[in-house]
């Protein structure tokens, strides 16, 4: 399916991302985070916008530039409608923004919610990744300011909130991913145990 629009989210949040990749600042798994977003929502149905809010949300979150107002200047109203409500993202690890973080997936649209989603199994499925390849899972964990069990805690708050507000196959697909990965830190702390 080639879309213009879509053409055009793919080629701002690519370029954005490189920069920030020849910089420094992003790794290479968190430059593609948008391209992962975007085809996870198309693999799940949703139209044209919701796919091309799921590509400006990444670079409304990463790239001051891309205010919600530009986001809406460039490719729509609807999609700077979904990117606003997202403008303050909901990261998996905690951090100081505790509890206001689930409270803000309370009340977001389901389409914002389902963009949510696709960031959030992303973000679950390549920390699972990285966890499985580290030879030693604290250098993984030590990305994360509250650590391992707090942040797993979080997660499954997280999925909990969005669970509720997304169509039952992204719910699935998010407790799929959540599973996986505590399932794999009871095994691996029943192994540093032994």
């Known amino acids: 399916m080639y879309s213009a629009?879509?053409?055009?989210?793919?080629?701002a949040a690519v370029a954005a991302h490189d920069e920030r990749l020849r910089n420094g600042?992003?790794?290479?798994s968190r430059s593609v985070h948008p391209l992962h977003v975007a085809l996870m929502l198309a693999r799940w149905g949703q139209d044209e916008e919701v796919?091309?809010?799921?590509?400006?949300?990444?670079?409304?979150?990463?790239?001051?530039?891309?205010?919600?107002?530009?986001?809406a200047s460039e490719f729509g109203r609807r999609v700077g409608a979904i990117v606003d409500e997202?403008?303050?993202?909901?990261?998996?690890?905690?951090?100081?923004?505790?509890?206001?973080?689930?409270?803000r997936v309370a009340?977001?649209?389901?389409?914002?919610?389902?963009?949510?989603?696709?960031?959030?199994?992303?973000?679950?499925?390549?920390?699972?990744?990285?966890?499985?390849e580290a030879e030693d899972?604290?250098?993984?964990?030590?990305?994360?300011?509250a650590g391992s069990e707090r942040t797993l805690e979080a997660a499954a708050e997280l999925v909990e909130a969005l669970s509720r507000?997304?169509?039952?196959?992204?719910?699935?697909?998010?407790?799929?991913?959540?599973?996986?990965?505590?399932?794999?830190?009871?095994?691996?702390?029943?192994?540093r145990a032994s």
């Open 51 to 71: 796919i091309v809010a799921g590509l400006a949300q990444a670079l409304a979150s990463t790239c001051e530039a891309w205010t919600p107002e530009r986001v």
């Open 137 to 145: 899972s604290s250098e993984v964990w030590s990305r994360f300011e």
């Open 25 to 28: 600042i992003v790794s290479v």
């Open 165 to 191: 507000r997304v169509e039952p196959r992204v719910a699935r697909a998010l407790q799929s991913a959540l599973h996986a990965l505590v399932e794999h830190e009871r095994v691996a702390a029943v192994g």
């Open 107 to 132: 009340h977001m649209s389901p389409l914002a919610a389902t963009v949510q989603a696709a960031s959030v199994l992303h973000q679950l499925q390549d920390l699972l990744a990285g966890l499985r």
């Open 5 to 11: 629009l879509v053409e055009r989210a793919l080629r």
């Open 86 to 103: 997202l403008s303050e993202s909901v990261p998996l690890d905690p951090g100081a923004r505790g509890e206001r973080r689930l409270e």
